[in-house]
């Protein structure tokens, strides 16, 4: 009994984690389309989730961060995700001139 109370506390206390984890590229702008109307499109980039990963929030942080990195390599100011779900994600990058 002891180690289910110990099991469900753990279990609730991951999606807390999620808060934990840095935003590794500060300098990328989340935005809305609006926002970028007058940027250079760059492209859209897709993500999907590792399945193997037994901590969703985890995957999910990993594959959002591996699309900043590649918006970023991309030379991406902001962008704009086009869908973000448990399994895959996608965004679209931007690059938009300092007024």
């Known amino acids: 009994m002891k180690c289910r109370a110990i099991i469900a506390a753990m279990v609730l206390a991951i999606p807390g984690c999620a808060s934990l984890m ?3 590229y500060p300098e990328l702008i989340d935005a809305e389309a ?3 109307k007058s940027c250079a499109s760059l492209g859209v980039i897709s993500e999907m989730a590792d399945a193997n990963n037994p901590i969703t929030t985890y995957a999910v942080w990993h594959m959002q961060h591996k699309i900043k990195a590649r918006a970023v390599k991309l ?3 902001h962008i704009v995700w086009l869908h973000k779900a448990p399994q895959s994600a ?3 990058a931007f690059r938009c001139e300092k007024k």
């Open 22 to 24: 840095p935003d590794t």
């Open 34 to 36: 609006p926002m970028v």
């Open 75 to 77: 030379g991406a100011t």
């Open 90 to 92: 996608s965004a679209q």
